[in-house]
């Protein structure tokens, strides 16, 4: 017993943390996961959002002034794959990591040190991805869709370093996804019964099924185009008995639960963030897990409505119509509960819940143009123009982007232990809404109006509605630069956050019981006599 009692004393006097970049590069703890996750997803969206800047530029009038048709189409590529693998995924993965543990008692993820690499091969993918840019010949330029046979007979040497950045982004996601169900499973807090968890939990917990689900399904796809293009293959290849539109089917069966990844975990922080600031419990809890677990398995139902125009059979353009549409009712189950939860509540519109109000109306409006769009006959107009562009933006952008930065706002009162600048955030807010409603609302008019997507140039009757939206893009760019500022400012000091910042708020995230069982020390307890 004294040994034990002296070894004790002794790394208790001998403690010591290591600092600066070996803190972070070997870190397995949560917390410093989760920021690392966070900082790498913003550095992303600022690197996405400056490709989003040139093509904005050069369609700010018609004619080609700035840049090359074929420079033009490595934006728009890398420009989509750079947000989605780059930004939106990671900032959900940041999140997850540092509140997930925190929300169901756990004293950290599962396997911390698999979570350490699952972050750390991500910047290799990006600078893997990015650096392709700079080959002869230039980088992926098949949109981020990557369809055979431009990414296969079409496509320059640029496509191997494509193919194996989105193989460790995968890998990255998958291991993610596995870090997060086993959590959940084994490491909650005993009396946090599946239908206690916070509704973050359950959004994270069925998006992990989902990630594990689709992303081997585009590794398959990726694999498929390298040995098309490099092994004398022909899965896409018509000429040696393969098939074009085969790919689309892949690669759709991966990426419209995708979308579901990008969107899911946004429901769970709005589900934390309005009952929070109507100061009344979530409206309809049970229904939302149901709603949330039926969007994930109709999600795998519906990807051939990317494809209408592909010539399919009657009979499955009208099952994944019927789909389509049946897959809006549990999402409108969401928005009903969210506004039931508001209803007669005593509201306050702190920054993170106006990004919150402003998410379910701006994601709403994406929700009605996605119904529009999965009406067969009618997709036939809409399809691959600017009408299809405003769609998925309002999702992503006024949804997902959205519902991040209402994120950060409101715990970063939690990370830090210090208060945002209340006033520089509401700019921002202000800024962010006003600008991203510029920059996509006037896409559907020339959508509807036929205006082509992924296209350098365009005809001089769209020209008026192209420079509004090219000035809205540039506004909403400048505006993130007001976050960066209110976060670095919050992180680096100032008014001390309040035990409960939120005063009078009893959103699910503030009261969790402390977990019973288990109990984290900085450093081995004294052990007396």
Known sequence: MSTTVDTLHHEEHHDHKPSGITRWLFTTNHKDIGTLYLWFSFLMFLIGGSMAMVIRAELFQPGLQLVEPHFFNQMTT?????MIFGAVMPAFTGLANWLVPMMIGAPDMALPRMNNWSFWILPFAFIILLSSLFMEGGGPAMGWTFYAPLSTTYSNDSTALFV??????GISSIMGAINVIVTIMNLRAPGMTYMKMPMFVWTWFI????????MPVLAGAVTMVLTDKYFGTSFFDASG????VMFQHIFWFFGHPEVYIMILPSFGIISAIIPTFTRKKLFGYSSMVYATASIAILSFLVWAHHMFTTGMPVVAELFFMYCTMLIAV????KIFNWVATMWRGAMSFETPMLFALAFVILFTIGGFSGLMLAITPVDFQYHDTYFVVAHFHYVLVTGAIFSVMAAVYYWLPKWTGHMYDETLAKFHFWASVISVNVLFFPMHFVGLAGMPRRIPDYSVQFADINQIVSIGGFAFGLSQLIFLWVVIKCARGGEKAAAKPWEGAEGLEWTIPSPAPYHTFEKPPKIEG
């Open 207 to 214: 998006t992990a099924f989902l990630l594990i689900a689709v």
């Open 78 to 82: 890398v420009h989509g794959l750079v």
């Open 330 to 333: 549990p999402t409108g189950v």
């Open 241 to 244: 008995g393969g098939d074009p």
């Open 164 to 169: 194996f950045s989105v193989h460790i982004m």
